[in-house]
């Protein structure tokens, strides 16, 4: 798929897809409009094993390259991301892409968690000081004079989000800052930060297995005009089709899927039996299971980004093929049915991370 090629999008909410060729949704009533698929570049810099840096910046040139002219691009990186390698890793991929390109990334930054020498993890810092101190941080590794939606990546326990909304909202007064962001936020602590400031989107896991959003996050997303860009819509490849019991064996130290709760044991066994009947409906219309579990996401409303979180040229590529699958009412009730809400076995994080999930609580 080339850029100049149209992309059917399915588009509708989630009672049905309509096939269009819309290249753009906007995140929110007050956020930027973007391309209907955001490239996640976290894992090309930690947490699945290693990565080879020369694949993931022509990954994020090819990525840059299959977006109609026109259309801005979303790359979403986090400062904590390999201790800063990823916004090192995304500023050198702008730099060699063509300026045209350059001009249309927007950057969506993560700031907040603390890190170890050793690469632990030690809670989160959201004091307006340290916003400003990360944000310094986060512009100078991406050689940007401006981020075009910054958030914390976890509420911090001990600050108000009225006062980390409020810094952010600071930096956007200054021109440093384009857009606020949340990640991982209630329902009541989306509404608190809203009434200090515009807020673009909210950042959260949905996919076919990590629905908890439909209940009261979604809905009052929508109320208050917040977009959702949706990390983990394949599940960091559990619902692939690509993940194989005895892949989860090889796993590199270090690698997330390692400690995940939907990775081990049992839950591993029904969670790719869940695969197992979605590539029932993948195969009967032709297209892969990553393509039909992104469709899926794409369908759930024109206000959702889903994230891809390829590494690979091979992998960007079958997820934009997702763009060109329309899915019918007949193909919504056939997903439903193979993967039903609520039946993903294990938790999305082990128990010290849920803890930190504003979303959750």
């Known amino acids: ?25 906007r995140l929110g009533s007050t956020g930027p409009s973007v391309f209907p698929l955001g490239l996640g570049c976290m894992g090309m810099s930690a947490l699945y094993g290693e990565a080879d840096r020369s694949e993931s910046v022509a990954t994020i040139h090819a990525y840059l ?144 297995i990590s629905r908890g959003i439909e209940e009261e996050i979604l809905p009052t997303a929508r109320k208050l005009g917040i977009g959702v860009t949706a990390y983990g819509v394949l599940s960091r490849g559990l619902i692939s089709g690509h993940f194989t019991r005895d892949r989860a064996l090889a796993l590199a ?38 393509q039909t579990a992104i469709a899926w996401a794409l369908s759930r409303g024109e206000d959702i980004v889903p994230l891809v979180g390829a590494r690979r040229r091979d992998r960007l590529t079958e997820a934009l093929g997702a763009m060109d699958v329309t899915l019918s009412p007949a193909d919504l009730a056939a997903i439903e049915e193979a993967v039903p809400a609520g039946s993903a076995a294990g938790d999305r994080y082990p128990a010290a991370q849920m803890a930190h999930l504003d979303s959750e609580h």
């Open 65 to 208: 390259d299959a977006v109609p002219e026109g259309t801005n691009t979303l790359l979403d990186t986090g400062d904590f991301y390999g201790m800063g390698h990823n916004e090192l890793l995304i500023a050198e991929a702008l730099r060699t892409a063509p300026a045209a390109a350059r001009d249309r990334a927007l950057t969506s930054v993560k700031f907040g968690a603390l890190r170890t020498v050793e690469g632990g993890f030690a809670g989160y810092d959201g004091r307006p000081d340290a916003v400003r101190n990360f944000l310094a941080y986060s512009l100078q590794r991406l050689g940007r004079d401006h981020i075009d939606i910054y958030r914390i990546a976890r509420v911090d326990p001990d600050v108000p989000i009225e006062e980390t909304v409020g810094a952010i909202a600071e930096a956007v007064q200054a021109g440093h800052v384009r857009h606020i962001g949340l990640s991982e936020v209630g329902a009541d602590t989306m509404r608190r930060a809203a009434a200090v400031a515009p807020i673009s989107d909210l950042q959260i896991e949905y996919s076919l």
């Open 1 to 25: 798929m080339t850029k100049n090629e149209s992309i059917n999008a399915t588009t509708a909410g989630p009672t049905g897809t309509t096939p269009t060729t819309a290249h753009r949704r």
């Open 253 to 290: 130290p270090g690698d997330f899927r390692g400690m995940s709760p939907r990775f081990q044991g049992e839950n591993l066994d029904r969670n790719l039996d869940l695969v197992d009947a979605l590539r029932k409906v993948a195969d009967d219309k032709g297209v892969s299971v990553a």
